[in-house]
């Protein structure tokens, strides 16, 4: 699902009009689209719509002229100094002011939403807030939020930016909101994703070539990209079809993580795996999964040694995907075996304690294409001149600094909601639960896209794979199971049945 900015929203609309498709229409098809959603969600009853004085609240003035022309109950408090700015708005304003529908907000205005009313629809600030929401905005909003009543958003909840799902002051909580067009990165970033359970899109009139034509500023991973990527699988097929994969990691404080990354790349379909650990940890390979082949890696003491690299070195080119990180632990031996990695120019990802050692190696990243690094917040700083509040702050401008300063590499920016990003191309997962919130979980997903890899994806296909899978496969085990309780192996083992659910659903 496509996400468009605000300013890419308004071109759309000068182009409409350039053609003769005008704003009343375009404000006259939003209203029936809302109307529509309505109707099949049983909310056809006593409906306030507040409106303010830009086309947002236009939207709501169609709304309820429309409303009006089947139902009786419907009543408009316009909260705004001035009549309607457009044109287009000012027309609706004009019937419901002729169908005597409008009730104008005074200081009052709070005690208008204490009637009786089953649903209230929210049309004060869509695509165009530009300042932090001030009185009397802010104290409608706040008595909003208080009401009982089932809360419809028009295009976005009030209050939010639609560019970044930052809250301009306080925002409207709906339940649902009904968009236009596409929906907006503000429906899907923290916090925005907070204000709406539900967000529907709706097609206005606006052709979806000129729509089709316009670079979106996010894509939200949804079902049918997941069931695009996935690779097939041909019955004339060997082991070596789908990957031979190399995983390095593991060490004395953390055994498990390697031994996770690999059971999801081998329960997602890779050819065969192959986890290369220090020496004391081989033989607990073959006991977590039979399928595993091994390499013990020299160690010294209970780490592995200087030697490891030049150990490993000239065995990596019988693989066609590395992963690294995954419980590696932080020495430099261990970022030795990581310039290995990056040297060899093999397809690679990059997790955990492998991007600690990248931020000793960012020219060498520099040079590298087929590889994918995982950083959660705190890694990210490893790569990026950026604090962890920046960020949290603006996940997609961090993400821009990651590409333009490692052009070829693939960036998954672990949160509740991941990023994907890959040279101007922006994805974000948000499927997850806090099921996903345990440590191990970023062990699996880098599994997983590793494996993707080997089935044949490029690194940025199989990152936007890997991340949905991973969450889709979240979304449907707590359908089964209590999220608190959910084991990120467990992640792994369900993954035959979100599988299933894409082929067949
Ligand atoms: N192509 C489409 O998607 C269409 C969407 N439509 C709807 O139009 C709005 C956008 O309308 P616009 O007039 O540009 O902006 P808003 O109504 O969101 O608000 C602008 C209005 O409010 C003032 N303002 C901004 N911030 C504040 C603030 N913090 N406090 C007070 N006032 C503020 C600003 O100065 C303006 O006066 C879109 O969301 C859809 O709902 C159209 O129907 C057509 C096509
Ligand atoms: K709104």
Redesign the pocket.
Known sequence: MICLLAAQ?HQ??QRSMMHGIS?IE??GN?AKGIYEVMRDKHLMKRVMIIC????????GLALAALYHESFEQVRVLYVAKQAP??EAARYYYKLCENQNLLIHGGADVVRHLQQDYDVIIDGL??????????EP?ASVIEAVNRSPQTILA???PSGINSDDGKV?GSAVKADLTVT??ASKPGHWLYPGYLYSKEVLVKE?G?PRSWIEAVCPALHVIDEADLKKLLPIRHSHSHKGSYGKLLGIGGSQEMTGAILMAGEAAIRSGCGMCTLAVPEHMQPSVPLYLPEFMSIGLPQEGMTISKAAAQYLQPRLAAYDVIFCGCGGGRSDSYTDLVRIVLDSKMACVIDGDGIYALQYLREELLMRDQIVVTPHVKEMTYLIDQSIDEIIEDPLHAADCFCERYPNAVLVLKSERPLIAYKQERYLCAWGNHALAKGGSGDVLCGLIASFIGQGLDPFHAAILGCGIHAYTAHLIIQDCNARSVLPHEISAYLKYSFTSLETG
Do not use: P, Q
């Not at 600030?125 to 001030?134: A, H, N, T």
């Open positions: 929203l759309l609309d704003t375009l404000m939003a303010g004085a830009g086309n947002n609240g236009g939207d700015i457009s600030f869509g695509i165009g807030l530009s300042r932090d929401v001030d905005y028009i295009d976005l301009k236009f067009v206005i606006i």
